[in-house]
């Protein structure tokens, strides 16, 4: 990752470990889940803000990739980029990495902003806006080779 922005530092956790004897694949989703929450927190979403705006984020989509195998107590860190953005979305892009700086998973998510009150998707307040002007923003050309990619059995 070029721009690195870390959102999340952690260990994993023991009971992240499965019968492999590494982190299992469900921890992952923990892990970015956090990364993902912290990222909207520094940003401003606080509990507060939600409570007092009646605004949130739900996620929409995640495309999860684990590329290498991460075992108990390693320190993970977890950087974040924009892939891309409108009004009301974020395309983004996590990064997990080791202590090693090796990105062992990454994630692609795809997050809304909610107005709770109206149970409707609604723009970002500009408070958020702004926050996210902060974040490392990568244009098409470069996102990351394995941005964008869809799932599927490849065929001869």
Do not use: C
Not at 15 to 34: I, P
Not at 121 to 143: D, H, I, N, Y
């Amino acid at each position: 990752m070029t721009d690195n922005h870390t959102v999340w530092n952690g260990r994993v956790e023991k009971e992240w470990v499965d019968y492999n004897g590494h982190m299992n694949d469900a921890a992952y989703a923990v892990v970015f889940s956090r990364a993902l929450d912290a990222l909207l927190e520094d940003a401003g979403l606080t509990a507060r803000f939600i409570e007092q705006e009646k605004y949130t984020v739900f996620t929409l989509e995640t495309h999860l990739m684990y590329l290498a195998e991460a075992h108990q107590d390693q320190p993970l860190a977890v950087s974040a980029m924009i892939l891309d953005q409108d009004a009301k979305r974020l395309h983004l892009w996590f990064e997990m990495q080791n202590k090693q700086n090796e990105t062992i998973a990454t994630s692609e998510q795809m997050v809304m902003g909610m107005d709770q009150a109206a149970g409707r998707p609604a723009p970002f307040p500009k408070t958020l806006q702004q926050s996210f002007a902060g974040l490392p923003v990568l244009t098409p050309e470069s996102w990351p080779a394995k941005a964008g990619r869809s799932i599927g059995i490849k065929r001869k």
